[in-house]
């Protein structure tokens, strides 16, 4: 039994075949925004109004002649080894997943010798984005690093 091919019959294949497109773009946008945790700024204008005050505390901060730099000891706490803090400084910081499902880890850290500070709790594995805030005598120095 041969039966005649139609219209429809084309109508139909070139809808089934949209319809398939369109369902796997979907679902890919899907998997794309929820796999991406975060923007890197709420609003783009507002950023941008702020960008000079930005500069201007960036110069004050290296005006400081502090820095820092985040390792992780086998342990899985945060090792910072600080140079030209003073001895009274408060470091605390805050740890985010660069990707997949937000995830945010508060820091806090004790001094155990002159500049090397480390994390009263370990990190869990992977990568984190490690943003530091160091006080001391009302001035502020933050920096942010990437850990592996």
Request: charged share 20%; glycine share 4%.
């Given at each position: 039994m041969n039966r005649e091919f139609t219209g429809r019959h084309m109508a139909a294949i070139v809808i089934s075949g949209f319809a398939i497109v369109i369902a796997i773009n979907l679902y890919?946008?899907?998997?794309?925004v929820r796999g991406f945790g975060g923007v890197v700024?709420?609003?783009?204008y507002v950023?941008?109004?702020?960008f000079n005050g930005w500069l201007d505390e960036a110069e004050r901060?290296?005006?400081?002649?502090?820095?820092?730099?985040?390792?992780?000891?086998?342990d899985g706490r945060l090792?910072?080894?600080?140079?030209g803090i003073p001895r009274d400084a408060s470091v605390v910081g805050i740890a985010?997943?660069?990707?997949?499902?937000?995830?945010?880890?508060s820091l806090r850290f004790r001094e155990v010798s002159a500049g090397h500070y480390v994390s009263l709790?370990?990190?869990?594995?992977g990568r984190w984005i490690v943003r530091l805030t160091i006080t001391s005598g009302g001035r502020t120095w933050a920096a942010?690093?990437?850990?592996p």
């Open positions: 890919m946008a899907t998997l794309a700024v709420p609003n783009s950023a941008s109004q702020k901060q290296k005006a400081l002649g502090w820095s820092a730099a985040v390792s992780r000891a086998k090792v910072l080894n600080a140079h985010q997943r660069p990707l997949g499902k937000r995830e945010t880890t709790a370990p990190m869990a594995p942010r690093q990437h850990l």
